[in-house]
Structure formats: structure tokens, C-alpha cells
């Protein structure tokens, strides 16, 4: 989704600006843009396609400035163009803006009858239009923005600045990250905090309702009404090269090589000696879990599959009941929450619109005994509006597809799921340590697929030509199926779905021919002969298969059959370790078609927008 940088200093911010746009390019965008003041009054430039453009722009006609605002727009209203590309202007002011306005209809009929001319098809446009009224009627920028703010029905993150007012530079929050950066005579805002690291490792992160004023030699935090805030500094322990691609050509295949790592990461302190310890939920979850009977999961994307395996879990093995619904469709029902639940959402980011409108959603009921949320950042809003954060420590995730989010929180949600079943008496020490053991395999058992990348590129080689494939697995394999059908689709622009085996002949065998790779993850276990037995419907329909399974669940090549042989794991690894082949396959074919393999076209890293 868009990304908003800001800088106040005495140097020139330029260059500050254009760094922390390409640290932001990860979220998605298609155009870029900034406005600064200088000597001239306000510039701007503004460019469609990647940020190297808006660099190249500005390096045929340089500006030089002490305070500017920046933007990557993920187009929501109007065609991305450079009309449409933000700042938007009025005539001294300019703004940047992450969010949807969404009575920007009236706002803007209001205030062509008041006289001002619009360029752009965008919701944010009225926002400098309302701020430049609010100035032309004797208001300074900070009393502007209190008063306009009220007005604006929806989401916003707001940089604003006014060439009449080269000392400041105002933000506000409503719905939409914004994290203020604190340097020494010099102060910085941006969408994510990685954007601002080459300047700064101390944040100050901005609440619902904040407003901030920013000068080169300070900061104040208000509401609308003009009641002062305190908010936190926090050191950054990130370096600034935490987010760059290393030795790899993308951030995706470095994401995808960084899981055992992640994966270890996740679980280091979390247990010991075969137990999972109580203390990862932190000092109040015994007291919030000890009334939960029931699981009740939200997510949206990959972090919806992460939660459709751990279903199988709660009730396999927890033996506690467990539902599992995407965000966006759970937020506009009016969902029946059983007594005692314990609300889990899932998330990466943290800051997905959807999942943070369903988590809001669900606090209206009573029955929520505790919320607690699975996310990969500390600081993002999931986390400030739950009562327990089970942090993934996967490290900063760029690429637009997730991938070590995705395992990461897998292992949490076994975490979870073990301390359930402990609590509930469905599992006995002996138990939970064979658990335990399974999920301390897991960055071994990753590594050793890892080991066969070079398999992996010449199978995609031979589906290059495909124009679809079928992903398929049965029980927590049949998310895992999902999960690598979205990988591919998400990446390579191949359209693939994903059933559950046993669904083949209901309707989806119909497609199976030639021309339809199917794509089956076949572990071990006691659905094996069922998936056999699917299979077997494929190939005698003249279907090309793809197996991934253990190398003696007894499958072997032969024409029209290719057999990956995964490493033998258990119940609670085979979801995590079978994922990285079909990321794999995803990427390859992906580089293999030249695709934009860590921004694929139309999508953002970080929606949050619904
Ligand atoms: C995954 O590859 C996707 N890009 C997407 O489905 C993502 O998982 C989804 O938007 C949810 O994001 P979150 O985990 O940050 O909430």
C-alpha cells in the first residue's frame, strides 16, 4: 500500500526521501512523488512507474531543501498517472496520505462551489484543499489540520507541509501506520519505520487520533482538541542493512533461505526441557486462558492459510473447538461467538485493515474471553489492540509474498495449540515432548529441502508453458496446497487453484488434461491412501503430476509422474516443511518468466485498506 516519508532538517532531505521511498517499495506501488520548499516556494515531482524514476527526475532538475514530503501510491481512486501521484497541492500546501477519504465526494463538491480547481481523480486531493481554505481564512497549518481532521470520514496517515511554514511539518493518524523518527536536529516520519533507518534508529510510534508537529529541533504529539501526548521512544535494534538483499537477487528467495533461521528464532525461549513454556504469551495470558473452551481465528492471505492448518491442530490434537474465517467476510457478518473463545488473529504486518476491523468486531462480544494476535511487528496496531502478542521472529519481510511470515507462524500457532492441549488435558508430558522435538526439527528438516533449490529450478523449467496448474493435499496439507497456489499465482501470474483431494471428482476433475499440471503434497501419514487414490483419478485422465512426498511413502517417476522426495517429518512439520517446495516452484518459475518477482503487479505488501 502506499508509503509516506517526511524530513525536517538542515540538510538537504532530498536524497533522505528518495532512500526511504525505495525502503518502502517493498508495500507495493505504481507511481512516486515528492514536494519540498525551498527558496522557490513549493516543488514538486512526480513520476509513474518505480521511485529510480522519481530519482531520475529529480536528478535532471534537483532541488534542494531543508523539508519535504514523499509518497509511493498504491492507485485506489484514479488511474495511476502523475496527476493522480501524491503530494496533491492547493496552492502553499502540500500533502501525502495513506488511507481512503471516504466522503471525499461531498468534500470535493463543497469545495469546487468554494472556488477550487482540481487536478486529480483522488480521494486525498481535498485534503489540500481543505487545509488551504482553513489558511486563506487566517489559520496556521497546525490549527488547520485540527480543524479540517473532524471532517474526513475513513482512513488516513497525513504528512502535510505549507511553503508559507518552512519550519514545520504536521502528521496525523487515524486507521493508518505512521511512526515518527527522532534524530539529533532533525526529525523524520515514514509509513514503516525501515524506511527511516539510514537516518535514525530511534521511533516514536503514533496512536489512533495523533497529530504531531515536527521542527528540526523537536517534536510535539496533540489530539484535535489540543490535549498533549507522551508517547514512548524506542531504539531500533535493526541495522540498516537488514533489509537488503544480501547475496540474493530478490528479497524473496532470501526470505524463503532465511526460515530455519526464522523458524529457530520463533521458538528459541519459548521452550524447554519438552515443554512449551507459559511465559511466551506473557505475565497475564494464564489468567485469560484459563476460561477459553473455544478458538475462534481471523485472517486474511497467507496468514488465513496459517490459520486453516493450526484448525486442524486445535481439534486434532487440543481437542478444542475451532473455527477459522477470512477477515474481510468475518467483519461484515453478524457472527455467533461461542462462550469462552479465545480470538486469534494472524497477521504479518499487523496492520491489515481487514483483520484489525474484525478484531475491533469481535471485542463487541462478550463471549471473546482473550484476543491474541500472531504478528511479525511488535509495534503495528494488531499488537497495540490485543491482550496477548505471540511475536514471529522472522525478521523484516519485503517481498510482496509471504513466505517466512507464513512458516513462522505456523510454529506459533503450534506454540499455542501445545499450551491449549496441555491446559485442556488432551496431551501428557511425554506428549508434549515428542511435540516439542517435532517442532525443534523443523529448521533442520527445511534446511535439507532447501539443499535441493537446484531441483526445484529445473522442475519449474518444465512448467513454464503452463497457463494453470491444480495444487492439491488433504486434512492440514490442503492449506498447505493453497498457500502454494497463491505463492504461484501471486508471483508468476499462473493461474492455479488448490482442493482438497477428496473435492477432485466433484467438479474440479473436469479440468484435469495435459495441459493441467497437478501439483500434490503427500506426506506420510494417514490420509496417504486416500491422496493415492486421488491421484490415481488424475493420471488415468491423461493428468501430468507433480508429487512432493516422503521419499517412502512408495510414489516413483515414471512418464507423466515427477517425484520430489521430502525429507520424512511429522504431523506437526510436515505443514511448515512442504511449503518451502511450493514457494520454491513459485519463485522459480516466477524468475523464469521475468516476472517483478518482489512487487508482482496490482499488489501491496501491507493492505491497509480494505
Ligand atoms: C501473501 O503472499 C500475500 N501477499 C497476502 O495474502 C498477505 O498474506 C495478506 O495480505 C495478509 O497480510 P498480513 O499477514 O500482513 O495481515
Redesign the pocket.
Known amino acids: 500500500m502506499c508509503g509516506i516519508v517526511g524530513a525536517i532538517a538542515q540538510r538537504n532531505v532530498s536524497p533522505i526521501l528518495i532512500e526511504g521511498l525505495r525502503r518502502l517499495e517493498y508495500r507495493g506501488y505504481d507511481s512516486a512523488g515528492l514536494a519540498l520548499v525551498g527558496d522557490n516556494g513549493l516543488q514538486r515531482r512526480r513520476a509513474v512507474g518505480k521511485v529510480a524514476a522519481l530519482a531520475d527526475a529529480l536528478a535532471a532538475s534537483p532541488l534542494d531543501s531543508r523539508l519535504g514530503i514523499a509518497h509511493t501510491r498504491w492507485a485506489t481512486h484514479g488511474v495511476p498517472a502523475e496527476r493522480n501521484s501524491h503530494p496533491h497541492a492547493s496552492r502553499t500546501v502540500a500533502v501525502v496520505h495513506n488511507g481512503i477519504i471516504e466522503n471525499h465526494e461531498a468534500l470535493r463538491t463543497r469545495l469546487i462551489d468554494a472556488g477550487y480547481a482540481f487536478e486529480s481523480e483522488t480521494d486525498t486531493e481535498v485534503v489540500a484543499h481543505l487545509l488551504q481554505q482553513q489558511i486563506d481564512a487566517g489559520s496556521s497549518l497546525r490549527q488547520a489540520l485540527c480543524a479540517i481532521l473532524p471532517e474526513l470520514r475513513g482512513a488516513y496517515a497525513l504528512a502535510v507541509i505549507d511553503a508559507n511554514s518552512p519550519d514545520h511539518l504536521l502528521l496525523a493518524r487515524k486507521g493508518s501506520p505512521l511512526v515518527l523518527g527522532v534524530g539529533i536536529g532533525e526529525h523524520f516520519a515514514a509509513s514503516d519505520a525501515l524506511a527511516l533507518l539510514p537516518v535514525t534508529n530511534r521511533f516514536v510510534y503514533l496512536e489512533e487520533g495523533d497529530i504531531a508537529e515536527l521542527r528540526a529541533s523537536g517534536y510535539e504529539i496533540f489530539t484535535a482538541d489540543g490535549t498533549m501526548q507522551q508517547r514512548p521512544v524506542r531504539t531500533s535494534t535493526l541495522s540498516p542493512d537488514a533489509v537488503d538483499k544480501g547475496p540474493y537477487r530478490h528479497f524473496m528467495t532470501k526470505e524463503i533461505f532465511e526460515q530455519p533461521v526464522a523458524l529457530a528464532q520463533t521458538l528459541q525461549g519459548r521452550t524447554a526441557h519438552g515443554r512449551v513454556l507459559e511465559a511466551c504469551l506473557g505475565p497475564q495470558a494464564e489468567a485469560l486462558l484459563a476460561r477459553v473452551r473455544n478458538v475462534h481465528i481471523v ?6 492459510h496459517a490459520g486453516m492448518v493450526a484448525r486442524y491442530w486445535f481439534e486434532q490434537i487440543a481437542r478444542v473447538p475451532c473455527q477459522v474465517e477470512l477477515a474481510s467476510e468475518f467483519r461484515y457478518r453478524n457472527p455467533v461467538i461461542a462462550p469462552d473463545t479465545l480470538f486469534i488473529t ?7 485493515a481487514d ?1 484489525l476491523e474484525a478484531l475491533r468486531h469481535a471485542r463487541q462480544s462478550a463471549n471473546v474471553a482473550a484476543a491474541l494476535v500472531i504478528c ?1 511487528a511488535p509495534e503495528s496496531s494488531l499488537v497495540r489492540e490485543s491482550d496477548i502478542a505471540l511475536m514471529t521472529h522472522a525478521g523484516p519481510e519485503r517481498s ?4 517466512k ?2 512458516t513462522t507462524q505456523l510454529m506459533a500457532l503450534a506454540l499455542v495449540m501445545l499450551l491449549m492441549a496441555r491446559r485442556s488435558g488432551a496431551i501428557d508430558a511425554e506428549r508434549e515432548a515428542e511435540l516439542v522435538a517435532q517442532l525443534e526439527a523443523a529448521p533442520r528438516l527445511v534446511e535439507d529441502v532447501l539443499a535441493q533449490n537446484d531441483r526445484i529450478r529445473q522442475i519449474a523449467e518444465s512448467l513454464l508453458t503452463k497457463q494453470n496448474a491444480l495444487f492439491l493435499g488433504r486434512g492440514p496439507m490442503w492449506p498447505v496446497a493453497m498457500e502454494g497456489a ?2 504461484l499465482k ?1 508471483v508468476s501470474y499462473v493461474h492455479a487453484e488448490a482442493y482438497a483431494a477428496g473435492e477432485l471428482k466433484h467438479g474440479p476433475l473436469a479440468l484435469v488434461d495435459e495441459d493441467m499440471p497437478v501439483i500434490a503434497v503427500a506426506p506420510r501419514g494417514d490420509l496417504l491412501d486416500k491422496v493415492k487414490s486421488n491421484l490415481q483419478e488424475v493420471r488415468a485422465r491423461g493428468g501430468e503430476l507433480l508429487v512432493f512426498a516422503d521419499a517412502e511413502a512408495g510414489f516413483r517417476d515414471e512418464p507423466g509422474v515427477t517425484v520430489f522426495g521430502m525429507p520424512h517429518g511429522a504431523e506437526l512439520t510436515d505443514p511448515i516443511v512442504y511449503t518451502i517446495p511450493l514457494q520454491l516452484l513459485a519463485y522459480h518459475v516466477a524468475v523464469l518468466k521475468g516476472t517483478d518477482v518482489d512487487q508482482p503487479r496490482n ?1 501491496a ?3 491497509t485498506v480494505e
Open positions: 485472517a486474511c492471505g497467507t496468514s488465513s494472524i497477521s504479518q504486518s499487523g496492520e491489515t483483520t511479525n510482496v509474498a509471504s513466505t511470515a507464513f497463491l505463492k501471486e499488489l505488501k501491507s493492505v
